[in-house]
């Protein structure tokens, strides 16, 4: 197949020749692959297709980032990698492209081709040394200081998983751990392993990046590889790993990061590289985050839930005169989290939101009293397409039972044996979802700005 945008990655220097037609991606240059990190994520001996591996994440990331779509076009991009590795017959084998361009294809919605060639660069020497696991069973969580990943880090004895947890997180000096052990509130004990490479570019052409749940997975593979774990946890409670596949937004591609299908085919490159099937394991799947937020309520294991976060606007976009750092109120993240909340019977500071009040009659009116700034058309166009998610899933619930995209998404994860009780369950998710929203806006009232706009769709 011949690809329109072609990106070779290089251990060079800045001035070698660029090819016609190829984009450049430069090791420790474009993308930064930083030696301590590294040192600290490889926690075992491991050998040098193992940190190929984190090398081939932060190439995919680059070239994700750097190739803008053309949505006129369509959304699918045709990428060609070219990738230098030590042993190009390794990483050639059609077991490993094969379900490496499946698994990116799956999770973006692009057409991905790798070619690997031979390396004549040697990777930076890493001062290894075993990291002390304690348990012998271990389990890795990919950690983002969400809801989610805070209510299953909770859970994970609850739910029947021993051992010592290894949370896998971006990279944030602003967060204890790396080759340290770290006590939560409860004084239990885990292991904390930051992404060891950053795009050191800071002019990404292309927002989606889709690819990033690809680098969490590919790292939380390799950790637990190297520890030997039984398994890695996906903490998304069910509206985040269905619904953006259930109800995709205009012409994107759906949102998959947090599907099974994603999992399965990750698990299919990781035997491909390791021979071992290291398998994924999704505990909160066919729950709500409310239900997840509600059972951690009961279980008395909530301390400290409010202080997490679950927004997609980021400082710039929220202006207080307290200048803290808030949630916005209004986008897709902030408002399945106050849906969650609600059902879980739990309650947040006044201050917790910049879009404070949800049951005011307009965006201007919901604004927080310190606000420094007025509505956008972005922040309602942000707004529109949350509720839009919300009401989409929901009516979702009353599909008939031939749906074509409930049975297209069972099948990309399931086992014909599990499809006709996966359906079941995924059904009663959809339902129970529709509920908890309903109750949500009711209670918010008829003339809501919420309601107003699910009025209209």
């Known amino acids: 197949m011949s690809a329109s945008f072609q990106v070779r990655a290089s251990f060079g220097k800045r001035s070698r020749r660029v090819r016609s037609g190829e984009i450049l991606c430069l090791i420790d240059h474009d993308v930064e692959v930083s030696t301590e990190r590294l040192e600290a994520f490889c926690f075992k001996e491991s050998n040098e297709e193992d940190k190929e591996l984190v090398y081939l994440a932060g ?8 190739i803008r779509r053309h949505l006129s076009e369509g959304w699918r991009r045709p990428i060609h990698v070219v990738m230098p590795v030590g042993n190009p017959a390794h990483w050639g084998r059609p077991s490993v492209i094969n379900s490496l361009q499946d698994a990116l294809g799956y999770l973006t919605g692009d057409a991905w081709k790798f070619e690997f060639v031979q390396r004549t660069e040697a ?6 040394k075993d990291l002390d696991l304690g348990d012998t069973n271990t389990v890795v969580v990919p950690f983002s200081n969400g809801l989610d990943s805070f209510a299953q880090s909770k859970l994970l004895a609850d739910d029947g998983f021993d051992g010592t947890p290894i949370r896998i997180t971006a990279a944030n000096s602003g967060i204890a751990g790396d080759r340290d052990w770290v006590n939560d509130e409860k004084s239990a004990r885990y292991r904390r392993v930051s992404l060891p490479f950053k795009i050191a570019t800071t002019n990404h052409a292309e927002p989606t990046y889709r690819s990033r749940t690809f680098a969490f997975a590919a790292m939380a593979g390799l950790a637990a590889h190297l520890a030997g774990s039984s398994c890695i946890v996906v903490p998304e409670a069910g509206q985040g790993s269905f619904g953006p596949s259930l109800v995709p937004v205009g012409g994107e ?5 947090s599907h099974p299908g994603f999992s399965r085919r990750m698990t299919t490159l990781f035997h491909a590289l390791w021979g071992r099937s290291i398998p994924f394991k999704h505990p909160q799947l066919w729950r709500t985050k409310g239900e997840v937020l509600r059972r951690l309520k009961d279980l008395n294991l909530h301390d400290g839930w409010d202080a997490t976060r679950s927004c997609s606007q980021g400082p710039r976009q929220i202006h207080t005169a307290r200048h803290k750092l808030i949630h916005c109120g209004l986008c897709s993240g902030c408002l399945l989290r106050r849906v969650s909340v609600f059902t879980a019977g739990l309650t947040e500071p006044d201050d917790f939101y910049f879009w404070k009040d949800l049951s005011a009659p307009s965006l201007e009116a919901a604004i927080c009293e310190d606000a420094q700034r007025a509505p956008t058309k972005n922040d309602l166009d942000i707004a529109v397409h949350a509720v839009m998610a919300m009401e989409s899933l929901a009516r979702a619930a009353d599909a008939n039972s031939d749906n074509l995209m409930f049975k297209q998404n069972l099948f990309e994860a399931f086992d014909f044996p599990e499809l006709a009780n996966a359906e079941i369950k995924l059904r009663r998710l959809i339902t129970t979802h529709r509920d908890e929203w309903r109750a949500f806006t009711a209670a ?7 309601n107003q706009q699910i009025a209209i769709l």
């Open 253 to 257: 591609s759906p949102h998959r990061g």
């Open 59 to 66: 190439v995919v990331a680059f070239a994700d980032r750097t």
């Open 123 to 128: 990777l930076p020497k890493l001062k290894q």
């Open 444 to 450: 918010l009232g008829p003339n809501a700005w919420i």
